[in-house]
């Protein structure tokens, strides 16, 4: 005659351990049988049990490893319910096999979730995130950085200027990107962005040089705005940056872009573009122009355009 526990269901057997804080060998084959199979069930229990239960704790740890983990994640129509609480029942210490998931899974819906997970438990991760930088795969640093990027805070001792020249363009953008938070790297940041050979880095250059455009950064903004092979909104986005400049040396290539030739007429203006009134709004936020910017404002102001001349009335005046 089998004993009388082994007629227990599982759950009943699984909750009067808990409730002992004592089990048997039977208790961990029926945690064992509810882990392969009934996983929501498991986890329904454990979601209750008292916080300093041994045996619910150790249930927590037998039922999911990073095989199960894994099968949770990947699968093609997860119990988003189960998969959710397990997440957020992963503590900072057990958090190793959320990073290799990261690194590993093919999956953005399921990199998405881990990202999530991860992103709470980062202020407790840094030094590891940090050490995971020495791995070789790009979309594994690239990653880290990512995830770096949800702290306050880096480790002592930490720059992601050590990976500003990373071979991958995935892996500087994120690099530069978190530079472009530190007052003493930001300038190098924005700079090393509008020389990338990524578009995406280069954008994300523009449009931090737009908020704050550091002198170091204003003949690499002036080659863009120049550059007739760059898309109408780069250079419109350099104009921009070169208008929120203190430097003088901004004033010579907005005049260049907003005026047609020299010679018998210096402030003839060029043709209407999105350039052009950018341009033209930059130079009129000047304080003081120059007298060949003050004679193309004024031949602006009297155009009959009305995209011309607004643009320049849109000048901010005293800077």
Request: one cysteine or more; aromatic letters at 2%.
């Amino acid at each position: 005659m089998e004993p009388p526990q082994r007629m227990l269901a599982p759950e009943r057997l699984i909750m009067m351990a808990i409730e002992l804080d004592h089990a048997p060998e039977l208790v961990w084959e029926a945690i064992d049988e509810l882990a392969v199979g009934r996983l929501k069930a498991l986890m329904e229990i454990l979601r209750v049990a008292p916080p300093r239960s041994w045996v619910a704790g150790d249930a927590w740890h037998r039922a999911i490893d990073g095989d199960r983990l894994r099968e949770l994640l990947d699968a093609e129509d997860p119990d988003l319910e189960t998969l959710e609480h397990v997440l957020a029942g992963i503590e900072p210490s057990e958090a190793g096999v959320l990073l290799d998931l990261l690194t590993e899974s093919d999956s953005l819906a399921t990199r998405r979730r881990l990202f999530a997970r991860l992103s709470e438990l980062a202020p407790h991760l840094g030094n590891h995130i940090v050490r995971r930088l020495r791995d070789t795969r790009w979309y594994a640093r690239r990653n880290m950085l990512a995830l770096l990027g949800e702290l306050d805070r880096w480790p002592p001792k930490w720059s992601p200027a050590e990976l500003s020249d990373d071979p991958h363009p995935a892996v500087r953008r994120e690099a530069l990107k978190l530079m472009l938070r530190l007052p003493e790297h930001r300038a190098r940041a924005v700079c090393g962005l509008l020389q990338d050979t990524d578009r995406r880095a280069v954008s994300l250059g523009l449009a931090a040089a737009t908020e704050d455009c550091a002198p170091e950064a204003v003949d690499l903004l002036a080659a863009i705005g120049r550059d007739e092979s760059s898309s109408d909104e780069s250079r419109v986005m350099a104009v921009r940056a070169l208008g929120q400049s203190s430097d003088e040396r901004a004033l010579a290539p907005l005049l260049e872009l907003a005026r047609r030739g020299s010679g018998l007429a210096p402030n003839r203006l060029a043709e209407k573009s999105p350039v052009l009134l950018a341009a033209l709004h930059a130079l009129a936020s000047f304080a003081d122009p120059p007298p060949a910017a003050r004679k193309l404002l004024a031949r602006a102001a009297a155009s009959s355009d009305e995209d011309i001349r607004e643009a320049v009335g849109r000048g901010d005046g005293a800077r």
